[in-house]
């Protein structure tokens, strides 16, 4: 420990022009001597860990209209694979919480006047040493470090984030500054003795202290009194540098707005920088990039009531009477003598583990022993799974206006506040009325835009879909929505796109037509996700680009797709104007054209993939019908083509005929004699008329509905039909009447009740006559008689 | 035979009490520190006399529930502790209860057939007839006997005892006061400082009586899970086996080889999972620590007196088919998938895993 004094005599000299104070990223303790510091020392220059391209941020992260959690966002762009993946994004936060020592040293330089910057290495310089997503102020090398490993078994902590409570946020309130910057600056330094040099200049911490040193070093010619305030980690190496003149003298000093110097070997690296808004959720998650410390609504009570008497215990008091409340109002049995047990488990924990006050961990034990009363060997009860939530807390903070917020970003909010959307970490729905109210349906550009951008915003829950065009008679749309850094996230990714959500949709758009170059189907669908995300202007360009496509692509079914997507955007009104709805409508005739030449190429389709194609040819069908630009005829002649040739798969066949029915080609005696000419078939044909009626039924269900031919033919070829034939038959005539809708079975029902037994109109509707009811009493009794006979009854 | 935990470890609590400068909750014989070195093991050995004695860990996997049990115990409220079986609950209530107070016999062995009497007190019929309802007449129960001595009182296996019986004892953890009415004005026993319940209760059999809230309430429930760091496992299994084969006088090495491959089979039946990832069916038997060191132990009694060199792989998985079939056939099907899956991944690991797979052929 003598070591350690000395260096912490050089290191912690008040005089002197150089201070370094260690610190634990989000830690209360660390902010409350930090504050101490600084007004003693009373530094000229405060320089921080953290990425050196971000200084231009300092002055919005110190705002006092900033509200934490915040964050720095880092992304690097790899265009060309040099870290191993092309095109691949690596992406960094480096959140601030209100007792985050950074920012609350950033927010005193700002009080008093003093130079504030970061001195860390950007990014882009750090990343290629991990070659993975890493953040700056992630506790790795002090959690992994086999001194912190042998201090928990000592001092009985389950592992590192306990014995910093142990040590420092309990303890640290306590002691003097000094004292606790020497004890913090021993465990770092312990903690190093670890690792070797080779394990520090692999990973790049070496990197980056001689970066710190080297800023250091400049500030010092600079100033008269400079803080260094970095992870207590490094204040030795980068101490040990300073000795040693080991610093690149070759690296440009920052100021804001600086473009760095990359290392030559990766200098096509793309790398973005900006301030955003963070939540308690992700300052909660260990480890990855999204650094943090657990338990940040807890520890944010700590700081705000920090220097009241009983701070630990009024926390504890705080955090079990609201984990009571709420495990109650879950369903949960808790008592308040189970909080009384709790709280005084909790002292008597703290008392047994040597800690002069409770703490996180003693909380989360005297919970689970006073108000768990259950088994939880494989689940969480009620109470720790509201314990947990409540110690995480669901803050969310907001950058200063003055913030340089990407214009996205801006715009992004910009339209949540229009539409009254919250911005919290809670999930929350709205309900749209989208043909009735213009904001509504103004919203549901939003959401659509928000989730066709991918950015884990908005989900649908009900709603028509209109391009699958399924739950089309629903005339609201429902929305869930929650904000959430990844969103954020993804729209600072996508700011150099387009400075709107509109603008971006719309570059996204575009680049997904330019990949498709001959799947006319998608592409149509990108023109009816244009047209929902309110993309009017991208109509045009689209129809353009589509018409190529539509050239290029000799699919049936994606020309169908695509022509089906055509109607749906002239039936829904989508399109604002006149150019654009003359447009489609060339374009559908083109398109209608291209399908029909290609039917004749479809007769043989197995079955699997007849109900489909039936639903295709019903499309292009419904095309021509609509839309006097269409030739007809050449739709005539492909279907009779289909309806004749012995080689069409039946189903298509009966579909074809169907049609030609419905166009007055073919008679309703034609169409009997076709279905006839199955039914009294031999072999497979004569089970080929079931899948015959199923095509018919599905293009012509008018045929059974409002003629009584039909019903007549097929009955006469059923009644000279033997038994055991007609049962073979029976299942797949029942699939063929399935398409028509109960009400319509009804109908044919009558139609063939009244084929069969033609009865007087008065006998359907008048009652049972007195002749009738004894008759039938009669026939119950003889029927009852025999069953029990039979021992049946 | 085994004797208590206070007469076994005998001269590691008088060492210990020896040395504890701690403060102690009354009538306690150790501070909660103290008991807490008891259970877990010390760093240093402690001088007692001019012996030099080491408290040895007692209780493995879960430090924090032993600290738990110690400040619940230190408190008002009684200990339920709660648990699959074969998870060392019983072990762990009489050690907690020997370093408490000193003795861990003064327990209730609940049962369907457990009455009230049997918990609080009964009557010496003979003087009863002769001088009355007096205190000399009376039979103290373990409950009694723990109340007016100041001493935890156990109570095993709670919930197999029926529900009224369970609830007689809502007012004396409440009040801490029992009262006995044919003693009339002076039947009220005050129970001393330093009186607790330890109750255990297995998961499995919870159905059987359930507990009433009242009695809930009136106790800190704590999980005690299975170990679920596998070398840990293997050291406990290694230790208890050793135990066991020496009180049998068996003289025989632990063979690490086989200890591992039975540790691993009954970690990951019981987990669920292999050590590759591979989802497993579960069997419903029990997979306890416990079970394992039987089926060891087992094993080798059955290699030692049947003139056999070393434990054989076949030995191994006949008495693994004791602890895995118990009632239910489908465990069996379990067990053998297992063996197809698993362990036959594993047949080139060593010739040992090879052997052990072959033992499929006993499983029918």
């Keep these: 420990m003598d070591k350690v004094r000395v260096l912490g005599q050089s290191a912690f000299d008040l005089q002197g022009p150089l201070l370094f104070f260690p610190i634990r990223h989000h830690s209360p303790a660390c902010s409350h001597h930090l504050e101490k510091i600084i007004r003693e020392y009373k530094p000229e220059a405060i320089l921080i860990e953290g990425p050196r ?67 860390d290495l950007p990014y882009s310089d750090y990343l290629p040493y991990h070659k993975a997503d890493i953040s700056y102020n992630s506790d790795y090398l002090l959690e992994r470090s086999a001194y912190i490993s042998l201090l928990c078994k000592k001092q009985g902590c389950r592992h590192f984030n306990e014995l910093w409570e142990k040590l420092f946020e309990i303890d640290g309130f306590s002691m003097e500054s000094l004292e606790f910057m020497i004890a913090l600056l021993g465990y770092c330094v312990y903690a190093r003795e670890s690792y070797t040099q080779e394990d520090l200049l692999q990973d790049g911490t070496i990197a980056r202290e001689k970066a710190m040193a080297q800023a250091i070093r400049k500030s010092q010619s600079k100033y008269n009194r400079t803080l260094v305030v970095t992870g207590g980690f490094h204040v030795k ?144 009860s009620v109470a720790e799974e509201e314990l947990s939530r409540l110690l995480v807390g669901s803050a969310v903070g907001t950058m200063t206006k003055l913030a340089d917020t990407p214009p996205l970003v801006q715009d992004f909010y910009r339209l949540m506040k229009d539409f009254g959307l919250i911005k919290d970490s809670r999930k929350r729905e709205v309900a749209l009325q989208i043909y009735t109210r213009k904001k509504h349906r103004l919203e549901s550009q939003f959401f659509y835009t928000m989730d066709f951008l991918d950015t884990h915003f908005c989900q649908k829950i009900h709603g028509p879909d209109f391009v699958t065009r399924t739950d089309m008679a629903r005339v609201r749309e429902v929305w869930s929505y929650q904000w959430n ?7 600072i990714e996508k700011n150099m796109h387009g400075g709107t959500l509109s603008e971006v949709a719309q570059s996204f758009v575009g680049e997904s037509l330019r990949e498709n170059r001959t799947r006319a189907g998608e592409a149509a669908g990108l023109l009816i996700q244009s047209l929902l995300m309110g993309l009017q202007s991208t109509v045009a360009p689209l129809l353009d680009q589509l018409y190529a496509i539509c050239q290029r692509d000799g699919g049936f079914s994606s020309l169908v797709d695509c022509l089906s997507h055509l109607n749906r955007c002239l039936d829904l009104d989508l399109l604002q104007s006149d150019s654009s709805r003359d447009r489609i409508l060339d374009l559908i005739s083109f398109t209608y054209q291209r399908c029909v030449s290609l039917l004749g190429y479809m007769g043989s389709l197995p079955q699997e993939e007849e ?9 292009i069908n419904y095309t021509q019908t ?7 005829e050449l739709f005539v002649d492909q279907l009779r083509e289909l309806s004749q040739s012995t080689r069409t798969n039946r189903a298509i066949c009966g579909a074809a005929s169907g049609l030609l029915f419905g166009m007055k080609k073919l008679s309703s005696q034609e169409v009997i004699l076709q279905t006839g000419s199955y039914l009294s078939g031999t072999g497979d044909q004569f089970l080929e008329a079931s899948r015959f009626l199923l095509g018919l039924f599905m293009t012509a269900r008018d045929i059974l509905l409002t003629g009584d031919e039909l019903i007549a033919g097929i009955d006469l070829f059923l009644e000279e039909l033997e038994e055991d034939k007609f049962l073979t038959l029976l299942p797949q005539l029942r699939l063929a009447f399935s398409f028509f809708t109960p009400v319509e079975v009804d109908q044919i029902a009558r139609r ?26 009669r026939i119950d009794e003889e029927v009852t008689e025999q069953l029990q006979e039979w021992g049946v009854l | 035979m085994k004797p208590p935990a206070e007469v076994l470890y005998e001269e590691e609590l008088n060492a210990l009490e020896a040395h504890d400068k701690a403060n102690k909750p009354a009538s306690w014989r150790l501070s909660p520190q103290a008991v807490r070195t008891f259970l877990l093991g010390g760093n240093k050995p402690l001088k007692l006399g001019d012996k030099s004695v080491t408290i040895s860990q007692k209780f493995f996997g879960d430090d924090l529930l032993v600290e738990q049990c110690i400040v619940t115990l230190a408190g008002n409220r009684g200990l339920m502790l709660i648990g699959n079986p074969g998870t060392a609950k019983t072990m762990l209530s009489e050690l907690l209860s020997a370093a408490i107070c000193g003795t861990s016999t003064n327990t209730v062995q609940g049962t369907a057939g457990t009455t009230e009497d049997g918990i609080k007190y009964s009557w010496n019929y003979a003087m009863l007839l002769d001088r009355g309802p007096v205190e000399e007449a009376l039979v103290p129960a373990p409950l009694y006997r723990g109340m007016k001595g100041g001493i935890i009182t156990r109570f095993e296996e709670i919930t197999r005892c029926p529900q009224e019986v369970q609830d007689s004892l809502i007012s004396v953890l409440s009040d801490k006061v029992l009262h006995i009415p044919e003693l009339g004005e002076n039947g009220v026993l005050f129970a001393q400082p330093g009186f607790n319940i330890i109750a255990t209760a297995n998961t499995k059999d919870r159905g059987v009586n359930d507990m009433s809230s009242a009695l809930k309430r009136r106790l800190n429930f704590q999980t005690v899970k ?10 406990i299994i290694e230790s208890e086996a050793s135990r066991l084969l020496e009180k049998a006088q068996i003289e025989t090495p632990i063979d690490r080889d086989v200890l591992e491959i039975l540790s691993t089979t009954f970690h990951e039946l019981r987990n669920g999972v292999s050590l590759e990832g591979s989802k497993i069916d579960q069997p419903d038997a029990t997979m306890s620590t416990a079970e394992a ?72």
């Design chain 1, 626 to 632: 609509k839309f006097p630009g269409c030739d007809g």
């Design chain 1, 752 to 777: 063939v009740v009244k084929h069969v037994t033609p009865l007087p109109q008065e006998a359907k509707t008048s009652p049972l006559s007195h002749l009738d009811k004894t008759t039938l009493l």
């Design chain 1, 237 to 380: 190496g980068i101490m040990d540098l300073l000795t040693e003149g080991q610093y690149e003298e070759s690296t440009k000093e920052s100021t804001p707005g600086d473009n760095l110097e990359k290392p030559e070997s990766h200098s096509s690296l793309e790398s973005q920088i900006y301030s955003m808004s963070y939540s308690f959720k992700s300052a909660n998650q260990l480890g990855g990039y999204a650094s943090g410390m657990p338990f940040p609504s807890f520890y944010q009570t700590l700081w705000e009531e920090r220097g009241q008497a009983n701070l630990h215990s009024r926390a504890l008091l705080k955090y079990i009477s609201l984990c009571g409340v709420q495990s109650r109002k879950k369903g949960s049995t808790v008592s308040l003598a189970d909080e009384i047990e709790a709280y005084q488990v909790a002292k008597r924990l703290a008392a047994l583990r040597g800690k002069r006050e409770v703490g996180g961990y003693e909380l989360i034990d005297s919970v689970i022993s006073a108000f768990v009363k259950e088994d939880t060997t494989n689940t969480l």
């Design chain 1, 485 to 491: 850094e990844e969103t954020e996230r993804s729209l």
């Design chain 1, 53 to 119: 391209d971000g200084n231009r941020i300092i002055p919005h992260l110190a705002d006092k209209e900033t509200q934490t959690p915040v964050a720095i966002y880092c992304s690097v762009k790899d265009r060309r694979g040099e870290l191993g993946v092309s095109d691949k994004t690596y992406h960094c936060y480096y959140p601030f919480l209100d007792y985050s020592p950074e920012l609350h040293a950033l927010r005193l330089a700002s009080e008093m006047k003093c130079e504030a910057s970061f001195i």
């Design chain 2, 226 to 235: 299975p170990i679920s760091n596998l070398k840990l496992e293997m050291k």
């Design chain 2, 293 to 364: 060191v039987s089926v060891y132990f087992q094993a080798a009694m059955n290699a030692h007196y049947y003139g056999e060199e070393s434990i054989s792989m076949d030995r191994l998985v006949q008495n693994m088919l004791g602890t895995v079939f118990k009632e239910d056939h489908e465990d069996l099907t379990k067990l053998k998938s297992y063996f197809t899956v698993v362990a036959k991944q594993r047949v080139n690991k060593s010739p040992l895993w090879s052997d052990f797979y072959q033992g499929k052929r006993w499983i029918k």
């Design chain 1, 611 to 619: 109900i489909p194609f039936l639903d295709r040819l019903k499309e």
